[in-house]
């Protein structure tokens, strides 16, 4: 059974930069039919797709174009994980962040369908 | 990015009723729609995928209807651990959208 762990401080400070990782268990980060996304959940903005990661013979990063100039996702096959940076937060990227996961055949193009999720992870930012 | 709108925002129902949830799509995003449930606390769980494919293990009182703009998430007969907030979600483009939610609660 696949499983998804975030950990990461929850309080960051404005204009710093918050980073969570979701480590797996139970599969490959690199698993060429799998593709691992970051999420955020606030009440003013919803649920908001951030971006993803995924292995296709190379690996492929997308962004959501809101987020493009301050966000990186990067995946970590030595721990088995992956990892959100965003940089300069403000009261705004305050929300629940969750990973997630889906799959699709082999090889092919992810599909976007979260059916696997990480606990997630209440950040707030403040001074 | 396409916008998902889903109705009502809130709906209380009984025991054993039957409830529809709507969702409408911005533009025609042929049956790429899923549905999750989101209980306090916790992340959101696939309950339908393909518009009306349910997910492994979701009971069958849960069903999926719709193509094009238009879909409903039908529960036939509600039970207690139904109540929660449903969202749906667009995977026709990226990227990926979520409707605002719909808060289903006990009357």
């Known amino acids: 059974q696949v499983q998804l762990q975030q950990s990461g401080p929850g309080l960051v400070k404005p204009s710093q930069t918050l980073s969570l990782t979701c480590a797996i268990s139970?599969?490959?980060?690199?698993?060429?039919?799998?593709?691992w996304h970051w999420i955020r959940q606030s009440p003013s903005r919803g649920i908001e797709w951030l971006g993803r990661?995924?292995?296709?013979?190379?690996?492929?990063?997308d962004y959501a174009v809101s987020l493009k100039s301050r966000i990186t996702i990067n995946p970590d096959t030595s721990k088995n994980q992956f990892s959100l940076q965003l940089n300069f937060v403000t009261p705004e990227d305050a929300a629940v962040y969750y990973c997630?996961?889906?799959?699709?055949?082999?090889?092919?193009?992810?599909?976007?369908?979260?059916?696997?999720w990480g606990q997630g992870t209440v950040v707030t930012v403040s001074s | 990015a396409i916008r998902m709108t889903q109705s009502p925002s809130s709906l209380s129902a009984s025991i054993g009723d039957r409830v529809t949830i709507t969702c409408r799509a911005s533009q025609d995003m042929s049956s790429f729609l899923a549905w999750y449930q989101q209980k306090p606390g916790t992340a959101p769980k696939l309950m339908i995928y393909g518009a009306s494919t349910l997910q492994t293990g979701v009971p069958s009182r849960f069903s999926g209807s719709g193509s094009g703009t238009d879909f409903t998430l039908t529960i036939s007969w509600l039970q207690s651990e139904d109540y929660a907030t449903y969202y749906c979600q667009q995977y026709y483009t990226y990227p990926p959208t979520f409707g605002q939610g719909t808060k289903l609660e006990i009357k």
């Open positions: 990661t995924y292995y296709r013979s190379k690996w492929y990063t």
């Open positions: 139970g599969d490959s980060v690199s698993n060429e039919s799998g593709a």
């Open positions: 997630a996961g889906d799959y699709t055949v082999v090889g092919g193009v992810p599909e976007d369908i979260f059916d696997l």
